[in-house]
């Protein structure tokens, strides 16, 4: 099973298939900071919640396809040296996913899944980032760090890969 997913405007869409690896809100400081400057981007919304977390769906690499749009991908670092790159719809600025560099899988952001269609929320983690992680709900782990069992996910994922790391263009960068 496949859902649709796609930036604000609609410029840009992409298909992911199967079960996510998992659905997690990051609070990490750096996704804070990059959630603050894209924000500042004409047109952008808001993709940090008011607890200071960011949702994310991870999925595998091979289970995402972009179907259009592609050169609208414009790639965000919030240093030139950064591992981590945020890809921006630049048609109307919508965060579309942040990646890892040599990562296997994809933290969609979680404002492209239809109304009523995104993956319930599974864990949240880089709470020690927070200056008072003491406001999040308990609805679901509150996670300081990332956990063994978080990796094991992401692991067991690569594996079903064969152990690959799809590469994935975009079409320059955007300055935020």
């Given amino acids: 099973m496949s859902t649709m997913i796609g930036c604000t405007c609609g410029k840009v869409q992409l298909e992911v298939g199967s079960t996510p690896m998992m659905s997690v809100e990051c609070c990490c400081d750096s996704c804070r900071e990059a959630g603050a400057r894209l924000k500042k981007l004409p047109g952008a919304k808001q993709v940090v919640d008011r ?42 600025n919508t965060p579309v996913f942040l990646e890892f560099k040599g990562g296997h899988w994809l933290s969609l952001y979680a404002g492209l899944w239809p109304e009523g269609t995104l993956p319930p929320l599974e864990l949240r983690t880089m709470t020690a980032d927070l200056p008072d992680a003491s406001v999040l709900p308990n609805d679901v782990p509150n996670l300081k760090q990332q956990s063994l069992a978080f990796y094991w ?22 300055n935020a």
């Fill in 153 to 174: 996910r992401l692991f067991r994922a690569w594996a079903a890969m064969g152990f690959r790391s799809p590469r994935i263009a975009v079409n320059g960068e955007i």
């Fill in 51 to 92: 607890n200071g977390a960011t949702p994310f769906v991870f999925h595998r690499k091979d289970h995402v396809r972009i179907l259009r749009g592609a050169d609208h991908l414009k790639e965000f670092r919030l240093t030139p040296q950064a591992g981590t790159r945020r890809v921006v719809a630049s048609c109307c």
